[in-house]
């Protein structure tokens, strides 16, 4: 199995970056795992409604740029539903017991996807 993670920014507190390393070298044994950080918009903080839209659609652009059309995509949120590793288990599919990507994605925000 190939897991690919894909966020908007660059990770810059150490014990995070040190972390998913530590998680990394020990899924390696069993599976192939990417990091990929895609550079996040540069906007100010006071952005009207429009604005916001438009700058989750490019960052949104950046990641769609790094998932093939076959793969099985979970999003990740802040708010979203945590679950367990059989219910992540359940919700993948079985292509993914082989060598097929299965990214993971993290956004801050809803953005248009394809």
Not at 24 to 45: G, H, N
Not at 77 to 90: C, M, N, Q, T, V
């Amino acid at each position: 199995m190939f897991i690919q993670i894909i966020g908007v920014g660059k990770l810059k507190e150490k014990y995070l970056v040190s972390g998913i390393a530590e998680y990394a070298k020990r899924l390696t044994p069993y599976l192939k795992f990417q990091v990929i950080e895609v550079a996040d918009e540069k906007a100010p903080d006071n952005l009207s409604d429009a604005e916001v839209v438009q700058v989750k659609t490019r960052e949104g652009e950046r990641i769609l740029a790094h998932i093939k059309s076959d793969a099985h995509v979970i999003a990740l949120a802040i708010d979203g539903k945590l679950w367990s590793s059989e219910e992540l288990a359940r919700n993948r599919p079985a292509r993914h017991l082989r060598d097929e990507p299965c990214r993971f994605r993290h956004r801050r925000q809803p953005w248009p996807l394809r």
